[in-house]
Every structure is written in C-alpha cells, then in structure tokens.
Nanobody, 122 residues
Framework: QVQLTESGGGLVQAGGSLRLSCAVSLRTFSFTTVGWFRQAPGKEREFVAA???????GYADSVKGRFTISRDNGKNTVYLQMSSLKSEDTAIYFC????????????????WGQGTQVTVSS
C-alpha cells in the first residue's frame, strides 16, 4: 500500500519560512511526479508546486520566487521550502504522487497524504 506522510507544518509569522516534507513509500519513486497542493477553508484545493522526474519543477504563479520544491530520490522524499510567507498561504498542505501528464491538476494524482496545517499570522 502506498503511503504519503507530510510533516513540517506549523504556525509562523508573516515573512517567515517553513519547510514541508513528504515521504513516499513507492518503489518507483524516482519516476513519479510528486505535487504539493493546498486547501484553505471554504476554497477548492489548488496546485502549489510539482517535482517532475527528469524535468524542471512547476510552480503556481502565486508562489513563484517564494517557494522551492526539491526531491531526494535516495530518501523517497520531496521537500517544499516556503519563504516570505503571507497570510494568504494559510491552508492545509497536501502532497500527492502519481504518473501524471498534467501535474497542476488535482485529478491526475493517484495517491494523497493526510495533509499538514500551515498557519501564517499577520
């Protein structure tokens, strides 16, 4: 059974930083796209960033220049470094994995984690 485990969420002041981690129990991890999505109260889940095998990462416009996604294939883990955080970044952050062709779409992913809360205070 594939498991995704997020960690690293918490409470941070505006302008601060956090690093999220997503550990993936998937033997084909090196060939798998891992994406980060977020969902704020009353809003739909939205794309944040994706680590795409053998390709450049993808980012939502709202986080470009502030967030950096990276992957460690030796540890089956993807990281999301978040800097210059804003109150509008407050949400539950989910990681997802799959062999996807459109990494920015929620419906493309086969496996999801339980989510980790990120709260940015202004």
């Amino acid at each position: 059974q594939v498991q995704l485990t997020e960690s690293g969420g918490g409470l941070v002041q505006a302008g601060g930083s956090l690093r999220l981690s997503c550990a993936v129990s998937l033997r084909t991890f090196s060939f798998t796209t891992v994406g980060w999505f977020r969902q704020a109260p009353g809003k739909e889940r939205e794309f944040v960033a994706a680590a795409i095998p053998f390709s450049t990462p993808g980012y939502a416009d709202s986080v470009k220049g502030r967030f950096t996604i990276s992957r460690d294939n030796g540890k089956n883990t993807v990281y999301l470094q978040m800097s210059s955080l804003k109150s509008e970044d407050t949400a539950i952050y989910f990681c997802a994995a799959g062999r996807v062709s459109r990494p920015f779409e929620v419906g493309e992913y086969d496996y999801w984690g339980q989510g980790t809360q990120v709260t940015v205070s202004s």
